[in-house]
C-alpha cells in the first residue's frame, strides 16, 4: 500500500515563511515526479511546484522567487519552503507523486495541509 502524508500547514502572518514535508511510504517503491498543488475556496486545483525525478523543477509564476521545492530520494520526501508568504497564498495543499510498484504506475495524493495566510 502506498500513502502520502503531508506536514506543516499553519496560520501564518502575511510575509512570514512556512514549511511542508510530504513523505512517501509503502514498500518497493519507484518515485518519479512530486508535486505540490493546491486549492483555495471555490477555486480549482493547481500546480504550485514540480520536482522531476531528474532533477528539474518548476514553479507557478506566482510562486516563483518565494517558493522552493526540494527531495530527498532516499527518505522519499518532498518539501515546499514558501517564503513571503502573501493571503493569497490561502489554500489546502496536496502533494501528488508518480509512483511505480511491482510494475504498475499510479497517481498518489496526500489528504492535504491548511494554509492560512492572514492580513
Known amino acids: 500500500q502506498v500513502q502520502l502524508v503531508e506536514s506543516g500547514g499553519d496560520l501564518v502572518q502575511a510575509g512570514g515563511s512556512l514549511r511542508l514535508s510530504c513523505t512517501a511510504s509503502?514498500?518497493?517503491?519507484?518515485?518519479?515526479?512530486m508535486c505540490w498543488y493546491r486549492q483555495a475556496p471555490g477555486k480549482e486545483r493547481e500546480l504550485v511546484a514540480v520536482?522531476?525525478?531528474?532533477?528539474?523543477?518548476n514553479y507557478a509564476d506566482s510562486v516563483k522567487g518565494r517558493f522552493t521545492i526540494s527531495r530527498d530520494y532516499a527518505k522519499k520526501t518532498v518539501d515546499l519552503q514558501m517564503n513571503s508568504l502573501k493571503p493569497e497564498d490561502t489554500a489546502v495543499y496536496y502533494c501528488y507523486a508518480e509512483i511505480w510498484r511491482l510494475g504498475s504506475r499510479g497517481d498518489y495524493w496526500g489528504p492535504g495541509t491548511q494554509v492560512t495566510v492572514s492580513s
Open positions: 520536482y522531476t525525478s531528474g532533477g528539474s523543477t
Open positions: 509503502g514498500s518497493r517503491l519507484n518515485i518519479n515526479t
